[in-house]
């Protein structure tokens, strides 16, 4: 079965300290795609990072990095300087193979909080 | 600007009654999808549609439906089979086939709507 995990329900961080998000994920696909989005107290999904299954090279976005292993089924989201404005629910989710519609399957959540 | 648009925001229903939630989008994608989300939790997959005229059902479509009459156009009607619609609906849409990398696999999300029965 195709399944995101995010076992950390809540996380503190100092403002300007990295964090660390973990999200392990389980499909027998060869393609899919892992990411992570973030979503504020209004609600809104707000798209941070991707990494595709075939690419080699960990993806980065600004403050955003994403530590892929892929022999380990693990996707987990690096925050560097944490800034007051990241404090947030974050999830992880993968898309599942396009011939299925290309939809996202979503863990959890990991709840952050950025203390000053 | 292009985006998503959901109307209405907040939305309140009566047990019984049937309601549709719009969804709307200007950015020319092909797929759109409707997903649920419960207090604390992820979001699950309610329906999707890949092309106009034609949707599939995800992982929890009982209670609801929707129609792809305009490739702008999703909206998602809970109906009074829904036994418990009390929850925040987010609609969303992806470019599509022919491209690749990261811009063509990101799904886009509008801004929600809240329904609450009463």
């Known amino acids: 079965a195709q399944k995101i995990t995010q076992t950390q329900p809540g996380m503190f961080v100092q403002e300007k300290e990295a964090v660390t998000l973990d999200c392990t994920y389980d499909?027998?696909?060869?393609?899919?795609?892992l990411f992570w989005y973030k979503q504020p107290s209004s609600g809104e999904m707000i798209f941070l990072i991707y990494?595709?299954?075939?690419?080699?090279q960990n993806a980065t976005e600004g403050r955003y990095s994403l530590n892929f292993q892929k022999a380990r089924k693990s996707a987990n989201l690096v925050i560097s300087a944490s800034q007051l404005g990241d404090s947030a629910m974050y999830f992880c989710?993968?898309?599942?193979?396009?011939?299925?519609?290309?939809?996202?399957?979503f863990g959890q959540g990991t709840e952050l909080s950025v203390k000053p | 600007d292009g985006g998503i648009t959901q109307s209405p925001k907040y939305l309140f229903r009566k047990e019984g009654q049937n309601v549709t939630l719009s969804c709307e989008q200007n950015?020319?994608?092909?797929?759109m999808y409707w997903y649920r989300q419960d207090p604390g939790q992820g979001l699950r997959l309610i329906y999707y549609?890949?092309?106009?005229?034609?949707?599939q059902k995800g992982d929890i479509a009982e209670g609801y439906s929707v129609s792809r009459e305009k490739k702008e156009s999703f909206p998602l009607t809970v109906t009074s089979a829904q036994k418990n619609p009390t929850a925040f609906y987010l609609c969303?849409?992806?470019?599509?086939?022919?491209?690749?990398?990261?811009?063509?696999?990101?799904?886009?999300f509008g801004p929600g709507t809240r329904l609450t029965v009463l």
């Open positions: 969303a849409s992806r470019p599509g086939t022919g491209l690749s990398g990261a811009s063509y696999n990101e799904q886009f």
């Open positions: 499909t027998s696909d060869q393609s899919y795609g």
């Open positions: 990494q595709g299954s075939y690419d080699e």
């Open positions: 989710a993968m898309r599942v193979a396009y011939n299925q519609g290309g939809k996202l399957i």
């Open positions: 950015l020319n994608h092909d797929a």
């Open positions: 549609s890949q092309i106009v005229n034609d949707f």
